[in-house]
């Protein structure tokens, strides 16, 4: 059984900062790419940063760049998204995401965390 358990959630005002973090758990081999989602009400699930499974590559929504950074400590199999300069259009449930191997000959399998709100009041 693989969990993600995010932290970090909030209520802040706009210009703001945040810090969530995800942590994996559970009986996982290795733990590939990680990201970080959101879905605002009545929007769809979409892309906020990406990061590889050393950290050496990352990747933003452009709505983001600049603001946010994803980083990583693969020994504590945690994910962290800093958000700086927060607007109230960030507002959204964030999701962690990872691809995780369970063995080291198995299939890459794509886990999720249960969301933690995120609200910013202009």
């Known amino acids: 059984q693989v969990q993600l358990v995010e932290s970090g959630g909030g209520l802040v005002q706009a210009g703001g900062s945040l810090r969530l973090s995800c942590a994996a758990s559970?009986?996982?081999?290795?733990?590939?790419?990680m990201g970080w989602y959101r879905q605002a009400p009545g929007k769809q699930r979409e892309l906020v940063a990406h990061?590889?499974?050393?950290?050496?590559?990352?990747k933003y929504a452009d709505s983001v760049k600049d603001r946010f950074t994803i980083s990583r400590d693969n020994a504590k199999g945690t994910v962290y998204l800093q958000m700086n300069s927060l607007k109230p259009e960030d507002t959204a449930v964030y999701y962690c995401?990872?691809?995780?191997?369970?063995?080291?000959?198995?299939?890459?399998?794509?886990?999720w965390g249960q969301g933690t709100q995120v609200t910013v009041s202009s």
């Open positions: 559970g009986s996982i081999f290795s733990t590939d790419a």
């Open positions: 990061i590889t499974s050393g950290g050496g590559s990352t």
């Open positions: 995401n990872a691809a995780v191997r369970l063995t080291g000959w198995g299939p890459v399998l794509t886990y």
